[in-house]
């Protein structure tokens, strides 16, 4: 099950962010992800494998959008 993550798509994270969110925002796709927090809006870069290891599932994808 491949996914193509794209910007603007809202991901939630397997473990919890010190603030209490679990969703986050990808801002930036590539080699590196950026990612930002929706509760308290911090930022992070992880690498890919690791960011595609600690996504849970995907809440709200660019394809429902348009």
Not at 2 to 12: C, L, M, N, P, T
Not at 48 to 58: A, D, L
């Amino acid at each position: 099950m491949e996914h193509r993550y794209s910007i603007g798509e809202i991901v939630e994270l397997k473990k919890q962010h010190p603030c209490g969110s679990k969703q986050w925002e990808i801002t930036r796709v590539g080699a590196d992800f950026k990612i930002k927090c929706l509760g308290c809006q911090h930022q992070v870069m992880l690498p890919r494998p690791k960011f595609e290891k600690s996504v849970k599932k995907i809440i709200r994808s660019m394809e429902e959008n348009s």
